[in-house]
């Protein structure tokens, strides 16, 4: 699975031009500028010399021909703001931090003197040896909880290996990747201390996962739910020993306040006030495109595929849904079993990770009134348990002597779906002109 994570990622960071992904331009402008103190301070006002060559790269390989915006034209001279957000101006520096955007960047080390293109591929390398990282864990985190289901084990990792838009992001760069990366390792941590009983070491890796990755993206702020449902459990089980409890959760609460990221505290303000006016309007189309583009929408979101895709979907989630009730139904003797109650426990865990993450792009949208944020990619951080949930519903309708069988229908199927997505929707888009 490692292998073919591999190249398919590798066909995807080949075969997509460059600068055709969500915010590619933007993020590895901060990953190249964090690798130099002075360029990681720079503006549009004293931009390093670098920025002249990723503008002229950005026309090179006719970025806008590919996007609805309107096509600037190219004035030599002119600022890179004038062609692409740049995020230390648009955040007043608080998006991102600098040693995250330097994991992110480094292998441009290796090539100082390359090309803006050649370091942009280099990038690219490493965003897709995250992947292969994300897969692994998720493999052993599934591994962890259902440890004699191989249906699972391997079904799991499989629905991302062949997930399109999942490969096709974590091909390009995003520092959305390093966040997926953190919290599922984050989430693993958690799933390993809640089956096998927390040790100091798993709840430091636990906790540095979760502080690195919410300063790596906002898109991990849903980790602090998380390991609060942990403590939670803890609270019950030990609930007549609450009064050293609360003190150690009480620190615990504020250290993670004190390294929490700026930018979080600014949002959370803003969201409480809204609550508080309680000004709510959800445009429809976040919802519908948060789904579509979770699964496939290639380039900036702008390939859309046949509705049919969508649809299949559509239908496939409603049927793993169908299958968790009957999961609960078939299984309800185990849901108060003491021997499954860790199992249930990791599974509450991470369910409240991906309604947490799922429901902060929901609210944002309808207390800001925008449509912004509604790219599938914001919800990729807890693609892994969204992966478990999905599969673990299919799983409940394949009879016992057919889940090898079912196992591999289903990879075949993933596969020719993720091939049918990059060779006939998103090659030819981005290679019509030839």
């Known amino acids: 699975m490692l292998a073919l994570t591999l190249v398919r990622g590798l066909l995807y960071a080949v075969l997509i031009p460059p600068w055709q992904a969500p915010d590619e331009p933007g993020q590895f402008e901060r990953a190249k500028a964090a690798l130099s103190a002075q360029d990681w301070a720079s503006t549009s006002a004293n931009g390093p010399a670098w920025y ?11 970025m806008w021909d590919f996007l609805d915006g309107k096509r600037p034209g190219y004035v030599a001279g002119q600022p890179l703001s004038r062609y692409i957000t740049l ?58 909880i259902f440890p004699q289901n191989r249906f699972l084990i391997v079904g799991v990792p499989l629905l991302i290996l062949f997930h399109p838009q999942h490969t096709h992001l974590t091909s390009t760069v995003n520092n959305g990747n390093l966040a997926e990366l953190l919290a599922t390792a984050a989430l693993y941590f958690m799933v390993r201390g809640i089956m096998r009983g927390f040790s ?21 702020y849903f980790l602090p739910f998380a390991i609060a449902t942990i403590g939670l459990f803890y609270l019950w089980r030990y609930r007549r020993r609450w009064y ?11 250290l993670g306040y004190l390294l929490a990221p700026e930018r979080l505290k600014i949002l959370s303000l803003w969201i409480g006030r809204g609550i508080i006016e309680g000004q709510f309007r959800l445009n429809s189309l976040v919802p519908i495109d948060l789904f579509r583009s979770f699964w496939a929408f290639p380039g900036w979101v702008s ?20 299958g968790w009730v009957v999961f609960g139904v078939t299984q309800r003797r185990l849901i108060f079993s ?28 309808a207390i800001t009134d925008t449509i912004v944020y ?12 969204i992966s478990l949930f999905l599969v673990l519903g299919w799983y409940q309708f394949i009879p016992a002597g057919w889940r090898q069988e079912g196992l591999v229908s289903m990879a075949a199927a993933l596969f020719l779906f993720d091939t049918l997505v990059l060779f006939y929707y998103a090659v030819p888009f981005f290679y019509s002109r030839y």
């Open 374 to 385: 509604r790219q599938g990619r914001s919800i990729y951080p807890v693609i892994g348990p």
């Open 338 to 365: 003491t021997q499954t109650r860790p199992q249930l426990q990791a599974l509450t865990a991470l369910a409240v990770a991906v309604v947490v993450a799922v429901s902060i792009p929901l609210v944002w949208s």
């Open 244 to 254: 050293w409890l609360l003190p150690v959760f009480a620190v615990l609460a504020g």
């Open 52 to 62: 002249d060559d990723l503008s002229q790269s950005l026309f090179t390989f006719a």
């Open 200 to 220: 100091w070491p798993v709840v430091l890796a636990m906790f540095v996962c979760t502080i690195v990755a919410m300063w790596a993206k906002a898109t991990a």
């Open 87 to 144: 995020y230390n101006e648009a955040y007043d520096g608080q998006y991102g931090s600098q040693p995250t955007y330097a994991a992110i960047g480094w292998p441009i080390l290796f090539a100082p003197g390359a090309s803006i293109v050649s370091q942009l591929y280099l990038v690219r390398l490493n965003m897709v040896l995250m992947n292969l990282a994300v897969i692994y864990l998720i493999y052993r985190l599934v591994q962890t």
């Open 303 to 322: 390939v859309a595929l046949h509705p049919f895709w969508y649809w299949l979907w559509l239908w496939a989630c409603l049927l793993a849904v169908v």
